[in-house]
Each structure stands twice: as structure tokens, then as C-alpha cells.
């Protein structure tokens, strides 16, 4: 069993930067592939990024390659997710997930635990 807690959403100007956290509770926590999904108003939630157990391995939606990075420190129990330039288009509230899935996902279904959320506004 994982419970996780994000924080560190906000108001920000288009072209800033934010940093969002999530703490995980549970010793297992570096066994989980973690992800960071969002949901906008009226739309379905999307994937945003995924980091393997180890950190060594990550992937990314395209709409946020280049601009967000996704980081783990297992010593902390944390995953972050740093997140440059940004777009009034990635408003919405930002939901980390961890799976026991031995590989990195993309799929919401396949994500077994869910955090609250945090959200993010990005004014033009």
C-alpha cells in the first residue's frame, strides 16, 4: 500500500517555472515506476511523465518534452516534477500515481495508487 501527497501547485505567469513534489508513505516505495498525470476542466486526465523504480529511466508526454523533468530520490520517498516555460495550456490539477508494474506506463488504468492533487494555473 502506497499513499502519496503532492504539493507545491500555483498560480504562475506564462514562461515560468514550478516544481511539484509528491511524498510517498511506505518502505516499498523505490520498487514503484511513478507517474505524473493531469486533468484539465471538461477533459480526460492525461499522462504527463513516468520514472522507473531506479530513476535511470523516464519518458514523457510530447506536449511537455523538453520543458518538464521528472526526478525521484528514493532516500526521501519523493518524486518531483520540474516544470519550465510554462503554457496556459498546462493548467490543470496535476495527480502523481505509482504502479508495481516492472516497466514504465503511460496508461492511466495501469496505475494502482493515486494522490489528491495540486493545482496548477499558468496565466498568459
Not at 46 to 69: M, N
Request: net charge positive; aromatic share 12%.
Amino acid at each position: 500500500q502506497v499513499q502519496l501527497v503532492e504539493s507545491g501547485g500555483g498560480l504562475v505567469q506564462a514562461g515560468g517555472s514550478l516544481r511539484l513534489s509528491c511524498a510517498a508513505s511506505g518502505r516499498t516505495f523505490s520498487s514503484y515506476v511513478m507517474g505524473w498525470f493531469r486533468q484539465a476542466p471538461g477533459k480526460e486526465r492525461e499522462f504527463v511523465a513516468a520514472i522507473s523504480w531506479s530513476g535511470s529511466s523516464t519518458v514523457y508526454a510530447d506536449s511537455v518534452k523538453g520543458r518538464f523533468t521528472i526526478s525521484r530520490d528514493n532516500a526521501k520517498n519523493t518524486v518531483y516534477l520540474q516544470m519550465n516555460s510554462l503554457k496556459p495550456e498546462d493548467t490543470a490539477v496535476y495527480y502523481c500515481a505509482a504502479t508495481s508494474a516492472p516497466t514504465l506506463r503511460v496508461r492511466r488504468a495501469e496505475y494502482h495508487y493515486w494522490g489528491q492533487g495540486t493545482q496548477v494555473t499558468v496565466s498568459s
